[in-house]
């Protein structure tokens, strides 16, 4: 009978020491999802903002002559406010894209897969798959990202933004008359088929003409572009497409489709989908290019960019009298959760904005 008692006793025990322990426990996992939520928001960045920067890094730059590159500044900041983030992704495809996981699962616009067919044809008549022997030898880059916004109209940045080593156009965005508010120089033009110069004498004379592929249908009329090939229907595009880009193979890139996954699903916090493009889970390509020199720049600088609203006559691209008001509802983008995402990088000193369009009066 006492061995009995004892018995129920020290299975009593046991079981008060074990629900103890899953109350600790779970007290425990609540307490620290708390605390990161506290310290986080949705898409990983720190709610407070942290402009500093590890001591070491501080002694390297500060020992730098004024004006100089800072390697790793842009890689350093991103990473103090978004831990997440890991630098090492390519900035174009090249043969060995199958080994870069992350782009295998997804299909265009956020991966490669179904596509790697007409991606090999691509690249083996391409050739190249860098920015060039001059600027990859370079030890430091800095890079701009120009958008087409109407605030570069009478800023006359264009003799700075030309300093920069890697500058980086969107779209059909003209340099030619235009060049004392956004300067002469072009590294690269990311675009798509919709968004291609379509009249070829409006190209600059030198620079890579880099594809960002939304859907497969792209990739095929990059096929078209490279090969010299007529293309003989514009159907499954949203608009016109250029008919011919006058570029060499040799200067023909393919954007790496792993900065439109992040942007979107990581950083911005748009829909996933399933993977698929739907409504609004689309980012802008000013952002995936925001996105592309984070991964491959050491100092990033934006200008051009941010749409205020509430200046409705203001004029919406540098290059053109369309107003403000013209800006519609986009069904592929959300401009507000792109801002936030924009805002961040400004405020954390991970990116500069020389023309004041994303922060406004808030930095």
């Known amino acids: 009978m006492k061995m009995k008692r004892s018995c129920n006793l020290l299975l009593g025990l046991c079981s008060m020491l074990a629900l103890g322990f899953l109350y600790y426990s779970s007290d425990r996992i609540t307490l620290q ?67 870069f996981s992350r782009i295998g699962g997804y299909s265009p616009p956020f991966g490669v897969k179904s596509q790697e ?25 800095t890079c701009i990202i120009i958008g087409n916004g109407g605030i570069l109209t009478n800023k006359s940045l264009g003799q700075r933004i030309d300093q920069f080593d890697v500058v980086v156009r969107l779209n059909e965005a003209p340099v030619k008359g235009f060049e004392k508010d956004v300067g002469s120089k072009t590294t690269m033009r990311i675009t798509y088929p919709e968004g291609a110069i379509q009249k070829t004498e409006r190209y600059e004379a030198q620079s890579l003409f880099v594809l960002s592929a939304f859907k497969a249908l792209d ?39 792993y ?77 507000s959760k792109e801002k936030e995402f924009l805002l961040k990088l400004v405020k954390a000193g991970i990116i500069q904005d020389w023309t004041k369009g994303i922060c406004g009066k808030k930095c």
């Open 219 to 257: 990739l095929k009329w990059l096929r078209h572009m490279v090969f010299k090939q007529r293309l003989h229907s514009a159907d499954g595009f949203w608009k016109s497409v250029a008919r011919q880009v006058p570029r060499e193979p040799s200067d023909i890139r393919i954007l790496n489709p």
């Open 33 to 99: 999802g708390w605390d990161y939520r506290s310290l986080y928001d949705k898409e990983g960045f720190l709610n407070k903002l942290d402009g500093k920067l590890p001591l070491e890094l501080i002694h390297m730059y500060n020992n730098l002559s004024e004006g100089a590159c800072r390697p790793g500044y842009a890689a350093a900041k991103m990473t103090a406010n978004y831990p997440k983030f890991n630098k090492e992704a390519p900035m174009f495809l090249d043969p060995n894209y199958k080994q």
């Open 117 to 141: 067919k007409i991606i090999d044809i691509l690249l083996s008549a391409t050739k190249n798959y860098d920015l060039g022997e001059e600027l990859d030898s370079l030890s430091c880059k």
């Open 259 to 335: 900065f439109i996954q992040e942007a979107s699903f990581n950083l911005i916090g748009l829909p996933h989908n399933n993977g698929q493009m739907g409504r609004g889970n689309i980012p802008t390509l000013g952002a995936v290019a925001i996105t592309m020199a984070l991964h491959n720049c050491d100092e990033v600088a934006v200008a051009g960019f941010g749409y205020d609203m509430k200046t409705p006559n203001a004029p919406l691209h540098y290059y053109e009298k369309t107003k403000m008001s013209a800006i519609k509802e986009s069904w592929t983008h959300n401009i």
